[in-house]
């Protein structure tokens, strides 16, 4: 594991040394650049509009680390390119990493984008559903991988989960639309942009409301990376910090940003302007305003704690390092 | 018009063709219309606009996948001739090479994606190689069929100008290949499109997958049918260019067979058993192998030991078993019925078109459309018209099995010979004496081929739909494993999958050498 690590590492270094010297970035090497790569949780979109910022600004370059931001997919699970090294970070979730965690692989959680769980219960406003007990006797749309997500919402909120119907769907809007389902459980920021975009309002319930505490979009690293590799997570984690503040500043000049850095994502620019928006009020708070982003508490950790066990996967604090945050921020 | 012009010039019904394109695209624009509220299919005049609006982001994104699924198409099919050659010239070892390319073409592509992403890292080779898998086993099948369609009496030629098995292969056997290479070639086309779409889930940065994905996520109708439309056009043409292709090559009538060559070795007792230990030994030791040479983490890469431990030693070995196989017995509902109904069709139409030749220019359009629409593009549009329940799943289960299928019982029913059907003829045997007797024998050998090769086919159907649309079954296992790191359930779903796909191939076979033996025994050399 260790020789491949070194292996791959020596490899991705090389090529991309090659590619600054065939960009004419030659003298530019006297600083060092190390090559490291990032590993998306998704399509490229404005869902990683802070990491984007910290690229187009330089904001990694100028620590010396070539930061590669390597796109995900619906096929494309985040952990086994962190575990091989392929990655020196990857954007998970707490609930994945800690599946990912009892199946052996040394994840360590370094930062939290997405300070509430992005999971909504998404509705049309002639038949909303406000409240968890608004479940009751409704039809909801969802990946039946979900299930515990919703089990754990019930329980939080005293609701009967056999009185909701659930009705297996693939991941979209249409349902809903067609009235095969009365609600979705999806992400506050796609599903419900898609339906604004098309000129339908729609009601969002956000789970994180409702007890439903679980960090998202997580910065995770191996032990190994941070034993051994300390400096250039905390060069990585300060770039996207000074990007996501940046990106917080003006979110118009990101999804911009977006669009313009991925022209063949087939990425319409006001979708982006509302996505962008809509993820504000999820990544920042009173708590990161006073610590800076991707911070968490002892509270919050706890909060987490207790939610991760309703879903089957008890955790113990040691998930959460904040040694590289706390650098980071000079804390 | 003889069976071989009704292979070969698929178009040719200039006026039919128009026809049914036209009556096609009224169809489409009056669904369309009609379900308009459902934000499900986009009508034609949508999509062109689509496409006039967005030339330059659909043809970007075409040249990408378009690249990755040609070099696949060439690598697979690469693959195949070699594999076939080696069969061929050392007869032994075909139990043993078709059984590891088997073994190969059932890896699910929900399983396997990932791991070659993490292989080679961000680039195209997953989205190649996901296409040259695709591909490989579809020309590989038909072309070993093809290199025994060949009459004794040619070896004998070889064999008295004191030529050996070289020659028998480069000038005998290989020209007899070619129509069964096409056939294959045929088939691989639509494939290696859509194994390169597949492919760009794992983390492509651009290519039609992906602009699919995000159409899909954004409501955006006329984009979804946009995309699947140019997939279409495109598998279309490929599919009509081979066809020109091949009817400058294959100018002469098909042999006759009337004795089957001498069996080159009699086979032995046991000779089945030993080469599935065999294949076994070879893909454990390969497995291990190569994950062990790469290095790769034993938390996703699970070794053979890792399996067997999970399913039989550990202590909830019970537990993941009883998971696997509830899933299993979910996914078997869909997918034989699915299977069964896509062989007859297939069959069906083929025998349909032979004797009504004049279908032809309407229903090969139409059926070579219904396979090349990517099938992660039709699978909400099939489940709302037939509802979430089986139907869905097993009409598209059906329709993956159904097109090569039909195009290898075409090309079959294009090899009977035309000395045999000259004597039909001149006994003034009508078209239907003719299909019974000649045409429907003739097209046993491709038959079978078309029906083993699409067991691991509707596997791969039935798993896709589960796991982009129904969230059912063994598919939707899979995916649920990769995305909570449960790599264990991951690789033994993979090992059983694998596993049934290759014992339902030999069941096919069992059946197939009983009907070969009076119909076809040269294939049974």
Not at chain 1, 273 to 278: E, G, I, P
Not at chain 2, 229 to 239: K, R
Request: glycine residues 10%.
């Amino acid at each position: 594991m260790t020789s491949t690590f070194s292996r791959r590492r020596l490899l991705a270094t090389g090529a991309a040394g090659l590619g600054a010297a065939s960009l004419g970035l030659g003298p530019r090497r006297a600083q060092a650049q190390t090559a490291v790569a990032l590993q998306l949780s998704w399509l490229h979109s404005v869902q990683f509009g802070g990491s984007y910022i910290a690229q187009d600004r330089g904001f990694w370059r100028e620590a010396g680390l070539e930061v590669a931001l390597l796109s995900g997919g619906p096929n494309a699970p985040v952990e086994p390119p962190v575990v091989s090294g392929t990655a020196l970070i990857g954007i998970s979730a707490a609930d994945y990493t800690a599946a990912a965690v009892a199946q052996g692989a040394p994840f360590k959680i370094l930062g939290v984008a997405m300070q509430k769980n992005p999971f909504v219960v998404a509705s049309l406003p002639v038949n909303p559903v406000n409240t968890p007990a608004d479940l009751v006797g409704k039809r909801i749309g969802m990946a039946l991988a979900n299930m515990p997500v919703l089990q754990a919402l019930c329980t939080l909120n005293g609701v009967d989960v056999a009185a909701i119907e659930v009705i297996p769907t693939q991941y979209s809007a249409q349902p809903l639309l067609a009235g095969e389902v009365d609600c979705l459980l999806c992400w506050e920021t796609d599903l419900p942009v898609a339906m604004a975009m098309q000129g339908v309002d729609s009601v969002t319930m956000l789970l994180a409301d409702h007890g439903y505490a679980l960090h998202s979009q997580t910065y995770i690293a191996t032990d190994d990376s941070i034993a051994n590799h300390r400096a250039d997570l905390v060069a990585l984690m300060a770039g996207e910090v000074r990007g996501w503040d940046a990106y917080r500043a003006d979110t118009d000049a990101a999804a911009d940003l977006t669009v313009r850095m991925f022209p063949d994502a087939g990425l319409d620019l006001p979708t982006q302007k509302l996505q962008a928006t809509r993820q504000v009020p999820l990544m920042f708070s009173d708590l990161t305003d006073a610590n800076g982003f991707g911070w968490w508490s002892d509270e919050t950790v706890a909060a987490n704690i207790e939610t991760l066990a309703l879903l089957g996967r008890p955790v113990t604090p040691d998930l959460w390092d904040r040694s590289i945050l706390e650098e980071v921020h000079g804390a | 018009m003889t069976m071989a012009a009704v292979v070969a010039a698929p178009a040719r019904g200039g006026f039919a063709t128009a026809l049914a394109l036209i009556g096609f695209l009224a169809l489409w624009e009056t669904a369309a219309r009609g379900l308009s509220g459902a934000y499900v299919l986009a009508a034609p005049s949508e999509v062109v606009v689509y496409i006039a609006n967005n030339a330059g982001l659909l043809g970007r994104a075409l040249a990408v996948t378009l690249g990755h699924a040609a070099v696949g198409f060439l690598l697979g099919n690469l693959a195949a001739l070699g594999l076939a050659a080696v069969a061929v010239v050392w007869p032994r070892s075909q139990g043993v090479v078709t059984g590891l390319a088997l073994l190969v073409f059932c890896l699910p592509l929900v399983a396997t994606g990932p791991i070659l992403r993490v292989f080679f890292g961000p680039g195209p080779w997953p989205q190649i190689l996901l296409a040259a898998l695709a591909v490989y086993y579809t020309t590989l099948i038909p072309l070993l069929v093809g290199l025994r369609a060949v009459p004794a009496s040619w070896f004998d030629l070889v064999r008295s100008y004191g030529r050996g098995r070289w020659s028998a292969l480069v000038h005998v056997r290989a020209v007899a290949a070619l129509p069964y290479l096409f056939a294959g070639l045929q088939i691989a086309a639509p494939a290696a499109f859509l194994g390169a779409m597949v492919g760009e889930f794992t983390g492509a940065e651009r290519g039609m997958g992906v602009l699919t994905i995000r159409a899909m996520r954004a409501l955006d109708v006329p984009m979804t049918w946009a995309l699947a439309s140019v997939a279409t056009a495109v598998a279309i043409a490929a599919y009509l260019a081979l066809g020109w292709v091949a009817r400058r090559v294959l100018r002469d009538d098909p042999p006759v067979i009337l004795a089957a060559p001498p069996l080159a070795g009699a086979r032995r007792p046991f000779a089945a058993v030993g080469d599935i230990a065999i294949v076994t030994g070879i893909a454990l030791v390969l497995w291990w192998g190569a994950l062990e040479w790469a290095g790769l983490s034993r938390f996703f890469a699970k070794r053979p030991a890792d399996v067997f431990e999970a399913l039989v030693l550990a202590p909830d070995a019970a537990a993941t078993r009883a998971t696997l196989f509830a899933a299993l017995a979910e996914t078997a509902v869909f997918l034989v019925p699915g299977y069964l109904a896509g062989l007859v069709a297939g069959a069906g139409l083929a025998i349909l078109l032979v004797l009504v030749p004049g279908l032809a220019g309407l229903v090969m359009p139409l059926a070579i459309a219904l396979r090349s629409v990517p099938i992660v593009t039709t699978a909400p549009l099939v489940v709302l018209l037939l509802g979430r329940g089986a139907v869905g799943t097993v009409v598209l289960v059906a329709v993956m099995v159904f097109f090569p299928t039909f195009v290898a019982c075409l090309h079959g029913l294009g090899r009977a010979p035309g000395q045999v059907m000259d004597v039909m003829r001149s006994y003034a045997a009508g078209p239907v004496a003719r299909l019974v007797r000649v045409g429907i024998p003739a097209m046993a050998p491709a038959f079978f081929a078309a029906a083993r090769m699409n067991v691991p086919a509707a596997i791969l159907a039935v798993t896709v739909v589960e796991w982009l649309a129904t969230g059912k079954g063994i598919g939707s296992l899979m995916a649920l494993s990769a995305s909570l790191s449960d790599y264990n359930m991951l690789w033994s779903a993979v090992v059983i999958v694998s596993a049934l796909s290759a014992l339902g191939y030999g069941a096919v076979g069992l059946v197939e050498a009983r009907v070969l033996r009076t119909y076809a025994p040269e294939q049974l050399a």
